[in-house]
């Protein structure tokens, strides 16, 4: 338990080895000077964990700097109030959630991060985990938040969990682990997230298993992908999930678009398949998107980053609103795969199947289509609109496409676009029209 800031405030918390750790021991694994068998729990009650204002000494660690762990290590952040960094002591983070630029800065401007993990930022050696990590926040105000580590090997799984307070990132796994060769996922059930989510992670140069995202609530201001990727090396060798079915999404990121996809959001690659579920039919959530958001079920829109491994892999993309009477999507962009326009960003997606089914009574939606480049059958296309009030435009590829019968007799592939109207009498279709499809 921390006091306020500087009345018993912390200057940083490390779980198991501090910072005399020896800075590449992680790389020894068992031989390393450090070491620690067995699990290591760090809870952190409540008060200022980290008055320094930022730096890598007032971070928080579950398993601290460096050396060899043989267990599972676990953070728990604001178990009997606010936990936070930075002088925020007078803060009351639940008087109102922050939904407008600029109002949704309170988390990054504590410069106060936390792992599950351990580890340098960029010392890929620090430590090595052989078991799981984990990062939970009960109540917390942070800047970026890790269900991984800084750095180093975790021989296991990464899971992060967040059910109040406010942070301006929360990833599955980590920052910037060298290996991790589990499974990492994230999931929200409260709380507020400012700038990006994913189940991925920052910069892991190696994920081998699969990252999954699952929102189950909270304030989302920020943007959600499949993993982040500072560096183009990044690379989840299994496949991405995004999964939400409650929340408040109307407010805005602290910086940039209002993306969702289920692929890389800046630089580097998802090995295996991509999905995107919003189910909203069982929620009790005020279900509206900000003007303007771009849905992806692959890669977010105008990011060449990859996706696939060969033509097995496949994108899928599913929207359930409810039939809530209201205009949920708010015009939402629509694509099965959001990537560049150029032929080159096409065959970044090295899969074949993109799947898009949307079921939106009252919405109003952009464009619905399939890809932003142009496939010319190059992929097997279904999209599907069962319900909506209006869509600006439907198309089975891009604009630009021109499937001939030349190029429908050359391949197997289809573009199938399929319109079922439900509840609404009758869908209004935009001056984009139907386009470049093969059946419907």
Known sequence: TAGDYNQGSFYGVQGAGGAHTESNSGNNGPNAPFRVYGNVDTIITKGCAA?????????ARAGGYGGYIEGNTTITVGTEGLAYGGNYGSLDITERPSKTRGESERGYHTGWDIVGGGGEPGAAYSIYIK?????????????????????????GDTYSEFYAGVVDTMEGSGYNERLVTGNSQADIYGGEVDWFTSGGSWNTELLKGNATLNIYGGVINSSAGGSYGSSAGHTIEGDATLTVTGGDFSGVPRDGNKRFSGGVSNQGTIKGNAKVIFDFRQSTSSFTLPKGTYLCGGRPYAENTNLGTNENNSITLEIYTGNTGSDNLNGAIIYGDGGGTT??????????????????????????????????????????????????????????????????????????????????????????????????
Not at 51 to 56: D, E, R, T, V
Not at 133 to 150: E, M, P, Q
Not at 401 to 418: H, L
Request: aromatic share 8%; hydrophobic share 35%.
């Open 131 to 155: 078991g799981d990590t984990k990062t939970i926040l009960k109540n917390t105000l942070a800047r970026w938040t890790y269900g991984g580590g800084f750095g180093g090997t975790i021989e």
């Open 51 to 59: 008055h320094g204002g930022g730096g890598f000494a007032n971070f």
């Open 343 to 440: 032929t080159t960003a096409r065959d970044r997606f090295k899969g074949k199947n993109i799947n898009v089914y949307v079921d939106a009574p009252g919405s109003n939606i952009g464009e619905l289509f399939a890809t932003r480049y142009q496939n010319q059958l190059t992929k097997n296309v279904s999209v599907t609109l069962k319900d909506a009030k209006s869509v600006e435009g439907i198309c089975a590829g891009n604009k630009t496409d021109n499937i001939t019968n030349t190029v429908y007799a050359g391949t197997q592939n289809r573009a199938i676009i399929n319109i079922i109207p439900g509840v609404e009498d009758e869908i209004h279709i935009g001056s984009s029209g139907l386009l470049n499809f093969t059946s419907m």
